[in-house]
């Protein structure tokens, strides 16, 4: 996390205890973007990130309480955010009509894949190999290589010792070289 | 292509025009209503440890309060037993010190060298106080 983001974490902690309402404003305003493409990654679909991002956001109104400012705002917001989308995940796969395992296929059958992707050939590559690691290399490859989180801040997101996300990382680009070579 | 940084690392999504300004202004709409709920909580929160704290400490004066209620003996009782202590004279036998005994037993005894009185003070006493000269020199 770059510095001026700590700073802008310490302005949010602070604002939250004197009003909370601007706090919760200003939280919005600078993580919005952030969560949602987080969770847009995870979840593919705009109208799934929409409906998980408001979700996250709604809970973290309604627990903001149990913050504890010495904790760091950007992990417990990542850890909210990533419960919702695999909260959605786990939903989707109950519900086998709307499987996705291939982008391609998907978008080309659907209007959303066209309104919403603009990836060239290799993106769609690249997303397409993200998607069939499992749930949680896919988190850790997301949060590393689009988010640059450090590990020690995803082992707080993900309650997970350091060595083994940097093992989940590891393997998951073998997976998606691999994957990437093949196809 | 055969490495992942073959690939430019490039978002490939896209959103709505304005999604974010909307989405922001519902989520704070959306929020607004939990107001009272959210305070209430914190509240609670905020006191829970101290909450925590004075009922732990509540409950071991009680017990303490109890386990000492429970533990002394009664008063009633302690009176008695501590008048039987001291009608029965062998129960201070080992409170006392045999040397201080001895001093003090010889400072009540009779000295050997006691005050100089003849056998002839005693008679003419006893003529005084009536006592029959027959029984005088019966005893001495």
């Known amino acids: 996390m770059k510095l001026k983001n700590i700073r802008q974490d310490d302005n949010i902690s602070e604002l939250l205890k004197t009003d909370l309402n601007k706090g919760f404003r200003l939280l919005v305003e600078t993580y919005s973007q952030k969560l949602y493409w987080h969770i847009r990654r995870l979840v593919i679909l705009h109208e799934d990130a929409d409906d998980a991002l408001q979700n996250t956001f709604i809970n973290v109104w309604k627990s903001i309480g149990n913050f504890r400012s010495e904790s760091s705002l950007y992990t417990w917001l ?41 990836g060239d050939e290799a993106q769609l590559k690249l997303q397409n190999a993200i998607l069939k690691l499992p749930d949680k290399q ?46 | 292509m055969k490495k992942l940084n073959d690939i430019p690392q490039k978002n490939p999504f896209k959103v709505p025009d304005s999604y974010f300004e909307d989405v922001n202004r519902k989520i704070i709409s959306a929020t607004s209503g939990y107001d009272q709920e959210v305070r209430k909580v914190s509240i609670y929160r905020r006191f829970r440890t101290n909450l925590l ?6 409950g071991l004066i009680i017990i303490s309060y109890s386990a000492i209620k429970l533990l002394t003996p009664d008063k009633r009782n302690l009176q008695v037993s501590e008048v039987l202590h001291e009608i029965n004279p062998d129960s201070y036998i080992n409170d006392i010190d045999i040397s201080s005994l001895e001093v003090d ?30 029984d005088i020199y019966e005893h001495l």
Not at chain 2, 128 to 133: H, M, T
Request: hydrophobic share 40%.
């Open chain 1, 78 to 118: 990542y850890t909210i955010a990533t419960n919702e989308a695999l909260a959605l995940i786990n939903k989707r796969k109950r519900n086998a009509a709307v499987s996705i395992d291939d982008l391609g296929r998907y978008f080309a059958s659907s209007q959303e894949g066209s309104t919403w992707f603009d």
């Open chain 1, 138 to 183: 896919r988190i850790v490859f997301n949060l590393k290589y689009f988010d640059e989180m450090t590990y020690e801040e995803m082992s707080k997101v993900l309650k997970t010792s350091e060595g083994a996300l940097k093992a989940s990382y590891h393997h998951a680009v073998k997976k998606i070289e691999k994957i990437i070579v093949s196809d």
């Open chain 2, 53 to 58: 704290i004075a009922a732990s400490v509540a």
């Open chain 2, 105 to 134: 037993a010889s400072s009540i005894l009779p000295s050997e060298e006691g005050p100089d009185v003849s056998k002839n003070d005693i008679i003419d006493y006893l003529l005084l106080n009536n006592v029959e000269i027959n």
